[in-house]
């Protein structure tokens, strides 16, 4: 099974709040991310032509920022994924009958404020600690806001992660507007015109010898 016919299998499972494709997490994307007002839950899906090599990066990114995580595998993956993976994420085995639990996920105890912040705008994590009366953070560089994230016990985990989730349904319809906008422009261009194939080249034909010749050599 591919990628697309895995995530049909999915989508109809996620219910309430909204789902979020493609969402940038840390040096990663999360394949889907089903988020709403009390949890995000990430999703990563191998298909059969897919590898595991990423794996270990993918799977620090989404455990610094999302409640629940969820690999969604075909049976092939199974063996070599099992020992990658803690226990408090959750496998599904995906197949043409459907998608099956071969463990559900548990809470993720390993979310960090400084990474679930970079899931916003620079402008909207400053509007968050601004509004809890943090002065001096209008000034500040992202790399600077990443260090006093990491660092203060003045910005509770719990509310920036609420602020998180409220600010990303918030923005889903914009985002499914510039996708609309984008597909249609790609509609409105002319389809791009394939490269004309260079004809391959004639063997050169291979010089015969007068008979006189051959005649010649034989009788030499």
């Not at 979020?20 to 990563?44: C, K, N, S, W």
């Not at 999302?66 to 599904?92: C, M, N, Q, S």
């Not at 600010?167 to 984008?182: D, F, Q």
Request: proline letters at 7%; aromatic letters at 6%.
């Amino acid at each position: 099974m591919n990628d697309p016919a895995i995530r049909a299998l999915l989508y109809p499972l996620l219910t309430g709040g909204v789902r979020i494709d493609e969402l940038p997490t840390g040096t990663t994307r999360a394949d889907v991310v089903h988020i709403t007002e009390q949890f995000m839950h990430g999703y990563e899906v191998k298909g059969d032509g897919d590898t595991l090599q990423r794996v270990a990066n993918q799977l620090r990114c989404y455990g610094e920022v999302y409640d629940f995580v969820t690999f969604i595998i075909t049976a092939k993956h199974l063996p070599r994924l099992l020992p990658l993976l803690p226990e408090w994420v959750g496998i599904l085995v995906a197949s043409e009958s459907g998608l099956s639990a071969h463990r559900a996920a548990g809470y993720n105890a390993t979310v960090e404020r400084a990474p679930l912040a970079r899931l916003l705008l620079l402008a909207e994590v400053k509007q968050y600690l601004l509004a809890r009366g943090l002065t001096g953070v209008s000034t500040l560089r992202s790399r600077e806001i990443s260090h006093f994230l990491r660092t203060t016990q003045l910005v509770p985990l719990s509310g920036l992660a609420q602020f998180v989730r409220e600010r990303l349904i918030a923005r889903l319809p914009e985002r499914l507007l510039l996708r609309a906008e984008r597909k249609a422009e790609r509609a409105r261009l002319p389809p791009r015109r394939k490269p004309k194939a260079k004809p391959k080249p004639k063997p050169k034909a291979k010089k015969k010898k007068p008979a006189g010749q051959k005649k010649a050599r034989a009788g030499a």
